[in-house]
């Protein structure tokens, strides 16, 4: 952590963590803060049990051949692990978590619009998580995360209960979603207008939009292919007319979205780092906040770029290759945006930097890489290999994850009001980041090379880049238990943080750390925008004390 | 939960700072709910069209045996219900609770006529086998596209009659709350919530039932 | 945005709520009288869509008191309409222009045969769509007393 002023010990004082004790006073809390709490140990229990499965396909990627497991088990181990790490973690994880804690500090409110039915998101993820985990390991689910028909309508595995699963955490986003947008619109304070809305919450209002229009479509989806599996109703199976690739259409105009219901919050969460890190404000405000509803908009029209080869017709590939590319616009302006503000700042390097430039890199990479995955040509030769796990985990891990632990570090003295070791943090971070890119720089190159995904077994050529990538996982999995580490210390042991150890300007440090149950003494009136830095950036260091 | 329909301050959630925004939000957060009402049948009216697309032929055939004059009476029905309901709002909004709780029922009893209508289609279409995918078995049409018109008419009516279910449940608990005087100038947000869930329910129907039965 | 959302004197009264319900019955009517008349197939499929598409709208504005309301319902609810026609017309689209075999089988786009028929079909042909008239008492379930 930076030189924290760490004056007044605002441990002691009542905050929302002390206000009420016993675990009863949690489990029935209507408290945003709360509740975001809640939301950051069952998504990482989530993001936990996804990496143990992770870890367990490398491990049997480790040789050619079986190593660990046979073919079904690895079937099994892949669906567990994109089940799991989209469904429990990636979705839920940022909206859930610093978006319930911090959209209301942020807009200077009390709480969301709906605190009970906050409450209840939190109880319709614990239920479907619990449905879609056990039905799975029960089942033995083997279709994969995409539950592709025919497959999964006719493999002899149990599907129905994970897709339950899924549709019930499909309400819980939902209502989630439907909560943030119904409290921005009403429960902005005096003077935090549209424009003065901090970056983070314009994304999460862009990734609301994608999270009620969009999750219906899959729900109701996912229950024609339990129809189909268990009644025989014949709406995706060739045999009585049904048209299989339907069901891609279908379950991509939900899951391309979700994609941007994943990435979208993590650039809200850097465009705060960034402002708080480079001490300027956003180089150019306006481009970043509409850029994220460009891209929650566009977003909806590009879901045929994953059906190029599943016998959609080229004209719709065409279509749709063309409309893929303009999201790499929307996303050029805030990557343009994010180093503009970089220029002539004066940059603190602590964890949350390091992590946004993480995200950087993986953005832009990963980005780069979707843009040529949009050519039709292109995707001909690269579907269905490691190109495009390496992609989409470019995106996914590094984007998404990389922006998590960055929100996770920056607001984590707000969170708990305590500081952790930031020399540990800065290794972690390095760690993290090298191990990554040991992962999946070789995915990119098997893929190349024609290694399909979502095989147990590959010829030998391939093996040593596939212990490169599973050298990297390992890499990777032990800087995450060194960030739980010192985290879990700094909860113990650490020193109380103050209420603004990063002299950040953003509205939600004007709560102490943690924050008082009621956010606020009185409800705010905010005479300006965020992260206004009008002395310069220099002068502003000092002037924040 | 309050009873006395005086006291409207005690019903102002601590975080809202006045009963104004707190209705513009509860209607807000209903109009959203109604958003993922329709993109959820927008699923099912996309499966309708590719189908009909496809087996132009089939579909035409097939939806000639669904049970056009029991169709049209729900129509009549449904949209009978939603005059109700609506003047069951404009009541509550004058605080005329027992005509609310009249109108409310009436609409009950529509809904009720609206499922015992479709029970005896369904127990025809039962009878006679024409029922989705691989349960069907009538032999008086066969061919490409039959079965899937079957597959999609009681997708479309099932979830449909389950959303007139709901609503029928919703509707009587917000009149037994009309009927212990609850609404009134001041508040009356629970008749208009469940009014808009039924008229979406009844707008949704005035699409299935041309699509279904008269094309 | 403010929180007003009944501005005094927009008011819809019971007058119009039953004017309404008239005019949808009316529509009804024409919607099943358009059904009687012999229109070819897509002139019916339009008629019955607008017609609907009327009513839908009359519903809304008025039932629903979209007449009254400030404009993020509208703003929601048109929303969700672009949403629903951008997921029927792009999937649509997809199988209009579809290599053919790519549909379902012995569906309609199966005639524009571009092998003109030299390939066999992968499963036996069922033909064409058969309507036996007297068939509701053929079936076996039927003959219940």
């Known amino acids: 952590m930076s030189p924290s002023p760490a004056s007044s010990p605002a441990y002691n004082t009542p905050n929302y963590l002390n206000a009420e004790k016993g675990v009863r006073s949690w489990l029935t809390t209507l408290d945003h803060k709360r509740i975001g709490v809640m939301y950051l140990g069952l998504t990482l229990f989530g993001f936990f049990l996804g990496g143990v499965f992770a870890l367990l396909l490398r491990l049997e990627l480790l040789t050619p051949g079986p190593t660990v497991m046979d073919a079904m088990a690895y079937n099994r181990m892949f669906t567990l692990h994109g089940v799991i790490m989209i469904f429990l973690f990636m979705i839920p994880a ?42 799975m390991i029960q089942g033995g689910t083997d279709t994969g995360w995409t539950f592709y028909t025919p497959y999964s309508t006719t493999t002899v595995t149990t599907v129905a209960p994970v897709l339950l699963g899924a549709f019930i955490l499909g309400m819980g986003s939902i209502v989630t979603g439907l909560n943030f947008i119904v409290t921005v619109h009403t429960m902005r304070a005096p003077g935090v207008t549209w424009m003065r809305l901090p970056l983070f919450v314009w994304a999460m209002y862009a990734t609301s939009v994608i999270q009620v229009l969009a999750t219906p479509v899959l729900g109701m989806t996912l229950l024609l292919v339990a129809f189909e599996k268990v009644f025989g109703f014949g ?47 956003m180089f150019g405000y306006k481009a970043v906040a509409f ?3 460009g891209i929650a908009f566009v977003g909806f029209f590009v879901w045929g770029h994953h059906l190029f080869t599943s016998g959609q017709s080229t004209f719709a590939s065409g279509v749709f290759g063309v409309l893929s590319m303009f999201v790499g616009l929307f996303t050029a302006i805030k990557v343009f945006n994010w ?15 390091v992590y946004f430039m993480g995200f950087l890199y993986f953005l832009v990479f990963g980005g780069l890489t979707g843009i040529a995955l949009s050519s039709v040509s292109l995707d001909v030769h690269w579907q269905d290999t490691y190109f495009v796990v390496a992609h989409f985990h470019f995106i996914m891990v590094g984007g998404t994850i990389m922006a998590f632990l960055a929100g996770l570090h920056y607001w984590w003295p707000k969170m708990f009001g305590k500081t952790y070791s930031e020399r540990w943090a800065l290794a972690a971070a390095v760690l993290v980041i090298l191990g990554f890119n040991a992962t999946f720089i070789p995915q990119f190159l098997l893929g190349n090379m024609g290694m399909p995904r979502r095989y147990y077994s590959y010829p030998e050529q391939f093996q040593a880049l596939n212990v490169a990538s599973t050298a990297g996982a390992s890499l990777l999995a032990f800087g995450f238990f060194m960030i739980l580490f010192y985290l879990v210390a700094s909860l113990v ?30 409800t705010p009136v905010i005479d300006r925008g965020p992260h206004e830095y009008q002395d310069g950036p220099a002068a502003e260091v000092k002037h924040a004390h | 939960m309050h009873t006395d329909a005086a006291a409207a301050p005690s019903r102002l959630a601590h975080h809202f700072p006045d009963m104004k925004t707190q209705e513009h939000a509860a209607r807000m957060g209903m109009w959203l709910f109604l958003s993922t009402e329709i993109l959820l049948f927008a699923v099912l009216f996309t499966a309708y069209a590719v189908y009909r697309f496809l087996f132009p032929q089939g579909f035409d055939e097939a939806s000639k045996l669904a049970h056009v004059a029991m ?14 309901v609506a003047l069951a709002i404009h009541y509550a909004r004058l605080g005329e609770n027992r005509k609310v709780v009249g109108l409310l029922g009436v609409t009950i009893l529509f809904g009720l006529t609206f499922m015992v209508l479709k029970g005896f289609e369904y127990h025809h279409h039962w009878v006679d086998g024409q029922l989705p ?61 469940s009014g808009l869930y039924w008229h979406l329910v009844d707008l949704i129907w005035i699409f299935l039932f041309p699509l279904l039965y008269l094309m | 945005m403010t929180a007003t959302t009944h501005s005094e004197g927009k008011h819809l009264g019971p007058v119009h709520y ?72 792009l999937v649509m689209a997809d199988n209009a222009t579809r290599f053919p075999y790519a549909n379902p089988p012995y569906s309609e786009s199966w005639k524009d045969d571009p092998w003109r028929n030299e390939a066999p079909p992968m499963q036996a042909d069922p033909g064409p769509v058969r309507v036996s008239p007297k068939t509701a008492t053929e079936h076996p379930a039927s003959h219940k007393p």
Do not use: C
């Not at chain 2, 169709?71 to 109700?84: E, F, K, M, P, Y």
């Open chain 1, 94 to 135: 940022i909206p859930g978590i610093f978006g319930n804690f911090f959209i209301p500090l942020m807009i200077g409110a009390q709480d969301v619009a709906f605190p009970r039915i906050n409450l209840l998101s939190v109880y319709l993820y614990l239920l479907g998580a619990v449905i879609a985990v056990v039905g």
């Open chain 1, 235 to 281: 709406i995706f199976d060739p045999a009585r007319g049904g048209d299989p690739i339907l069901f891609q259409h279908l379950f991509w105009f939900y899951s391309h979205p979700a994609v941007y219901i994943m990435i979208l919050p993590a650039m809200g969460v850097v465009s705060e780092v960034v402002q708080s890190a480079a001490r300027k404000n």
């Open chain 1, 291 to 293: 850029s994220s509803l």
């Open chain 1, 339 to 353: 180093t503009a503000t970089l220029y002539q700042g004066a940059i603190q390097v602590s964890a949350p930097f």
């Open chain 1, 493 to 522: 042991r650490g020193k109380a943080a103050g209420p603004n150890p990063w002299f950040s300007r953003g509205y939600e440090w004007n709560t102490p750390s943690p924050p008082s149950l009621a956010n606020f003494p009185e």
């Open chain 2, 71 to 84: 169709g049209a009476t729900n129509t009549v029905v449904l949209i009978t219900s939603s005059l109700t």
């Open chain 2, 133 to 193: 995918g691989r349960l069907y078995h009538y032999a008086g049409l066969q061919g490409p596209g039959v079965s899937m018109y079957f597959t999609i008419y009681f997708l479309m009516t099932g979830l449909h009659g389950l959303h007139v279910l709901i609503g029928m449940s919703v509707l009587g608990w917000v009149a037994w709350r009309a009927g212990r005087g609850e609404f009134g100038p001041g508040y009356s947000t629970p008749v208009e919530l």
């Open chain 3, 18 to 89: 039953v004017l309404v319900w008239a005019a949808l019955m009316v529509l009804t009517g024409v919607t099943l009288a358009v059904w009687k008349t012999d229109l070819s197939h897509s002139g019916r499929v339009v008629a019955a869509l607008a017609i609907a598409t009327v009513k839908a709208a009359l519903v809304a504005v008025v039932f629903m008191h979209l007449w009254e309301e400030q404009g993020i319902a509208r703003l929601v609810l048109l929303v969700s309409a672009l949403f629903v026609a951008l997921l029927i017309g």
